[in-house]
């Protein structure tokens, strides 16, 4: 089956460090891959994903993960942090099982908390 | 692009009546869309997916009788809770599926209390 492991459940980080939330998949066949953020209270915002091509993906807000083939991993990262970006984020990797092939299963989710 | 919005973003309804929480995709068309649960500080939990036209999958353990879906149209999912109890409180969140970028865009959510 497939699934994604987010080893953190918290992470910290200064303002203006460089940030990594980390994420290691497991899937049958090729990864697609997703990030997602939640603010309190709030649905998820897509940041970003893999599915085929450079394995370095930009997304939104200045956010960028790195897809490792060998690693099976899709750690998340910024150079800089803001304390806007303490949310919740969540990686996700689709479950082509199934009757219906584009379900997402999702980490556990690690709390980004930016201090200035 | 690809927004989704949830109606209502709060609601308090009294034990053994019946909720209804709307979906709309606004400017794309999804034909797939599911729904979610999430408990504070938890990761969500799928409870269903929904295709337009036709009736929905539920994932193991949740009760279709008690969380109806209907998907009429190709921008417009609802989930009905239906006869709700205090252990039905709880955040629950919608996503549309679009094809093109093979990407799940999220609605904002609807917090559920019952008293």
């Known amino acids: 089956a497939q699934s994604v492991a987010q080893p953190e459940d918290q992470v910290n980080v200064a303002e203006g460090n460089p940030l990594t939330v980390k994420c290691t998949y497991s899937v049958s066949g090729n990864p697609y891959l997703f990030w997602y953020v939640q603010y309190p209270n709030r649905g998820l915002q897509f940041l970003l994903k893999y599915i085929t091509g450079d394995n370095l993906v930009k997304g939104s807000y200045g956010f960028e993960a790195e897809f490792n083939k060998s690693q099976t991993s899709f750690h998340l990262k910024k150079p800089s942090a803001l304390v806007s970006d303490s949310a919740l984020y969540f990686c996700?990797?689709?479950?082509?099982?199934?009757?219906?092939?584009?379900?997402?299963?999702f980490g556990a989710g690690t709390i980004l908390r930016v201090k200035s | 692009g690809a927004v989704v919005s949830q109606h209502p973003s709060w609601v308090i309804c009294k034990s053994g009546t019946s909720v209804k929480i709307e979906c709309r995709s606004l400017?794309?068309?999804?034909?797939?869309m599911f729904w979610y649960r999430q408990f504070p500080k938890k990761s969500l939990m799928l409870m269903a997916t929904s295709n337009e036209g036709s009736k929905a999958t539920y994932e193991q353990g949740v009760e279709k009788d008690k969380f109806l879906i209907n998907h009429a149209s190709l921008t417009l999912s609802t989930l009905t809770v239906t006869s709700a109890h205090p252990e039905d409180s709880s955040f629950y969140i919608c996503s549309a599926y679009l094809a093109t970028g093979e990407t799940q865009y999220f609605g904002p959510g609807t917090r559920l209390l019952v008293l």
């Open positions: 996700a990797v689709r479950d082509f099982l199934g009757e219906y092939g584009n379900k997402l299963v």
């Open positions: 400017d794309f068309q999804a034909t797939t």
